[in-house]
């Protein structure tokens, strides 16, 4: 805390700003070979994170008069949505394990390669563990954000890391999970020092201290130091616990990889929904979840980047918040290192916005010199005469027709709330089209390889008509569990959906899917309902038959 202190009482609206642009820079590195999707998808993801009621003056952006917008759009439904449904997809798809034909060999002596990794990738670990605590320790950055940037950081200066990561390579996985247990450490700075929580559950912590009495700021150091050290002690005893539970309990976890789909993916689902609902506890999470889901698949078959998407939605509501603050507080200064006063007297501006600058320049280099030189290569042999429209270019069109439509009806809003949604719809209406001619008429076959994401299949094992199809029914049962679910309750419809799912999608014995089904039905009920109080939305059922709703609550 005192060697922090003096660093964390000079962080103002500029430098977060500065950090929130650092976290946007992270774009280029998680584009992979994609630079140019990369930034469509970075540009649309900060104009999904401008829905809603604007900062300034309020100007209702892109609801079109949708009460669930006013708010804006929740990150669990568009996380959920672009990573887990397309992984679930592609299960119902193939129809095979997550290990499809191996054998999980889990045990406590094989883990030890992987303590072995860490001792090998020692700088690594250490390296991100201290970004882990710094950036933890900024109040305004966001736990989401953290881990995006230190896996950018690991991918851009780490050997080799650009073709490896994401294809098995450990250091991408040291690298921010270093960062995640250590940034918890680092929230706990700003929350006992000056009682500014700099996360959800430093907030929860903040109101345990005010309700025990207890005030953060010097006395946590002083009178009440023993608390603090038992914080402190605390924390280090949960790392090392967890870490042990994990260690002997991967051995049993893993076993859920060999599981067959047929069970899995009705077993997973029903929380998929439930975690999905617990948003807004509103219909529209369920619908977002299938429509980034939807989105999310078509994306990842096509070889786009999705981490990007995310990183700008994230991102975006802090760097319009800070852009606004340090503009409206300190004006175009807020650039500058120094200043000279009216006397022509010496003052110190903000050095910790250049520094982050410099920063950027160098994460951001290679990446656009290389997306450069992509560029110039492709745009030298374009070729008319193979003109040629793929999935991928019809993909790319729809970024551009949104990024168009969204530029469209954002033109009579006040300038301020306009600001970073327009520069996000113009961000994304470049890059698109630039990638958009690449992949229309690129004379070369490496426009396709430069889409290819890390970890997205190269080729599909299946025919196109067969993927195409099972993706439209497994879809399609999610569509029709909402439309269940608003007709009879949320608990009766996990239950049906589970025994249809497993009898008509799987070809299961009904006695079995009915059986599976009440477990399910019954679990979800005893923890979420009974356990949690979660309050589920009413149904038709419940309005036609208000006294069912009464005695079970669930209608």
């Given at each position: 805390v005192p060697l922090l202190q003096p660093v964390m009482l000079a962080i103002g609206s500029p430098e977060l700003l500065a950090f929130s642009i650092f976290g946007l820079s992270m774009v280029a590195t998680l584009s992979g070979r994609a630079p140019l999707k990369g930034l469509t998808a970075a540009g649309l993801g900060l104009m999904i994170s401008m829905v809603g009621a604007g900062t300034q003056t309020g100007t209702l952006r892109w609801t079109f008069d949708w009460l669930y917008l006013f708010d804006g759009i929740p990150l669990i439904p568009v996380t959920l949505g672009l990573f887990a449904l397309p992984e679930l997809a592609d299960l119902a798809i193939k129809r095979q394990k997550i290990t499809a034909n191996r054998k999980a060999d889990v045990s406590v002596s094989s883990q030890w390669e992987g303590v072995k990794d860490v001792f090998r990738h020692w700088w690594l670990c250490l390296r991100c563990s201290v970004m882990g605590t710094i950036l933890g320790a900024i109040p305004g950055i966001g736990s989401a954000v953290i881990d995006w940037i230190?896996?950018?950081?690991?991918?851009?200066?780490?050997?080799?890391?650009?073709?490896?990561?994401g294809h098995g390579d450990v250091r991408g996985v040291i690298a921010p999970e270093s960062a995640n247990n250590a940034k918890e450490g680092g929230h706990l700075l700003p929350t006992i020092a000056f009682g500014v929580p700099a996360g959800a559950s430093m907030t929860l912590?903040?109101?345990?201290?005010?309700?025990?009495?207890?005030?953060?700021?010097p006395d946590m150091l002083g009178r009440n130091l023993d608390v603090t050290y038992s914080i402190v002690w605390s924390l280090t005893l949960a790392n090392v616990l967890g870490g042990t539970i994990c260690v002997f309990g991967a051995k049993y976890l893993a076993k859920v990889a060999e599981l067959r789909h047929e069970i899995l993916l009705p077993?997973?689902?029903?929380?998929?929904?439930?975690?999905?609902?617990?948003?807004?506890?509103?219909?529209?999470?369920?619908?977002?979840?299938?429509?980034?889901?939807?989105?999310?698949?078509?994306?990842?078959?096509?070889?786009?980047?999705?981490?990007?998407?995310?990183?700008?939605?994230?991102?975006?509501?802090?760097?319009?918040?800070?852009?606004?603050?340090?503009?409206?507080?300190?004006?175009?200064?807020w650039l500058l290192p120094f200043t000279f006063g009216d006397n022509g007297e010496f003052q110190w501006g903000h050095p910790i916005v250049a520094v982050i600058g410099i920063i950027i320049a160098w994460a951001l280099y290679r990446p656009l010199s290389e997306t450069a030189a992509m560029l110039w290569h492709e745009f030298r042999h374009l070729n008319r005469a193979h003109m040629k429209l793929t999935p991928n270019a019809w993909f790319t069109m729809f970024t551009v027709v949104v990024a168009i439509a969204a530029l469209i009806t954002s033109a009579d809003w006040p300038a301020d709330e306009a600001l970073v949604p327009r520069t996000a719809c113009?961000?994304?209406?470049?890059a698109g089209l630039l990638n958009l001619v690449t992949e229309v008429f690129g004379a070369t076959k490496a426009v396709a390889d430069h889409g290819a994401e890390h970890g997205a299949p190269k080729e599909a094992k299946l025919p196109a008509p067969v993927m195409?199809?099972?993706?439209?029914?497994?879809?399609?049962?999610?569509?029709?569990?909402?439309?269940?679910?608003?007709?009879?309750?949320?608990?009766?419809?996990?239950?049906?959906?589970?025994?249809l799912y497993m009898g008509l999608g799987f070809r299961e014995s009904f006695v079995r899917a009915g059986a599976f089904g009440a477990a399910v039905a019954l679990f979800c009920y005893s923890v979420f309902d009974r356990g949690l109080s979660v309050p589920w939305p009413q149904s038709v059922l419940g309005d036609i038959f208000p006294m069912l709703r009464d005695m079970t609550g669930l209608l």
């Open positions: 230190v896996y950018g950081y690991a991918k851009r200066s780490e050997k080799g890391a650009d073709k490896t990561f912590l903040l109101g345990a201290f005010l309700l025990h009495g207890l005030t953060p700021g077993l997973v689902m029903p929380i998929v929904f439930i975690a999905t609902f617990q948003a807004t506890r509103s219909w529209g999470d369920l619908y977002f979840l299938l429509a980034f889901g939807v989105i999310g698949w078509i994306m990842k078959q096509l070889g786009w980047p999705r981490p990007p998407m995310v990183l700008g939605f994230v991102i975006g509501e802090i760097f319009e918040r800070y852009l606004f603050l340090s503009n409206e507080l300190y004006g175009a200064s113009w961000v994304a209406l470049g195409l199809s099972r993706a439209g029914e497994f879809f399609g049962w999610m569509a029709g569990f909402i439309i269940v679910a608003a007709l009879i309750g949320f608990i009766p419809a996990i239950g049906i959906f589970v025994v």
